[in-house]
């Protein structure tokens, strides 16, 4: 019930494509969806998050999609850039005041 | 300001050795995070203080050991670590405390330490 399902594993996307990484929960008390961006070496960075009563949410081109009654949530890149290859974390916060992450996803942009 | 900051870098220590990681932060955030992540992986967390209180121990060895100071210190206390210890110890902190409404967590570039 604590778990978060992310998928896939790993993603190659042309530049310019778009990237899609998708999330799954079980717990309905999960009430805050971050989602993080980590390079090599670097520490997890907070790219965007959303709030169970939001469907979508929008910054430059990153945007999450939540889907309260599916319990799904993921994230688009659009236009990705070389630059966005990195591992990114869907995470959520539950009432057990621990932040859930998922398994992650690496991606790569070929130019 | 959003900012983490972790000392030292990297680590490298041998099992018999004594060190201790330092994190900080000085955005008045009041819940401070200890993870730990293998490479490939997903943060593991391994201590949570809230208040400057310790709220959380996810059953983690004790030749880890945390201990915060003040509110924007936060130490881990290193002692006869294992080889399967070697990982990158990320710190993060939260405006709030953990109870109530989810937030961010900001982390900080974290440790790379090695046991030898």
């Known amino acids: 019930q604590q778990q978060v399902k992310q998928s896939p594993q790993s993603l190659i996307v042309q530049k310019g494509g778009i990237s899609i990484i998708n999330c799954a929960y079980e717990?309905?008390?999960?009430?805050?969806f971050p989602w993080y961006q980590q390079f090599p070496g670097k520490g997890p960075a907070l790219l965007i998050a959303?709030?169970?009563?939001?469907s979508e949410k929008k910054e430059g081109r990153f945007t999450i999609s939540f889907n309260k009654s599916a319990k799904q949530f993921s994230l688009h890149i659009m236009d990705s850039q070389p630059g966005d290859s990195a591992t990114y974390f869907c995470?959520?916060?539950?009432?057990?005041?621990?932040?859930?992450f998922g398994q992650g996803t690496t991606l790569q942009v070929k130019p | 300001d959003t900012e983490v900051t972790q000392t030292p870098k990297h680590l490298v220590m041998g099992m018999t050795n004594k060190k201790s990681l330092k994190c900080e932060q000085h955005?008045?955030?009041?819940?401070m995070y200890w993870y730990k992540q293998k490479a490939k992986k997903p943060p593991e967390l391994m201590f949570v203080?809230?208040?400057?209180?310790?709220?959380i121990n996810e059953s983690v060895p004790s030749r880890f050991s945390p201990e915060c100071p003040n509110s924007s210190l936060l130490n881990l206390h290193l002692h006869a670590l294992q080889p399967e210890d070697s990982a990158l110890y990320l710190c993060?902190?939260?405006?709030?405390?953990?109870?109530?409404?989810?937030?961010?967590?900001?982390f900080g570039p974290g440790t790379r330490l090695l046991v030898l």
């Open positions: 993060a902190s939260s405006r709030f405390g953990t109870q109530g409404r989810g937030e961010t967590q900001y």
């Open positions: 717990n309905t008390a999960f009430d805050y």
């Open positions: 959303i709030r169970p009563d939001v």
């Open positions: 995470a959520a916060w539950g009432n057990t005041g621990k932040l859930i």
């Open positions: 955005m008045g955030h009041r819940a």
């Open positions: 203080y809230s208040y400057e209180k310790l709220s």
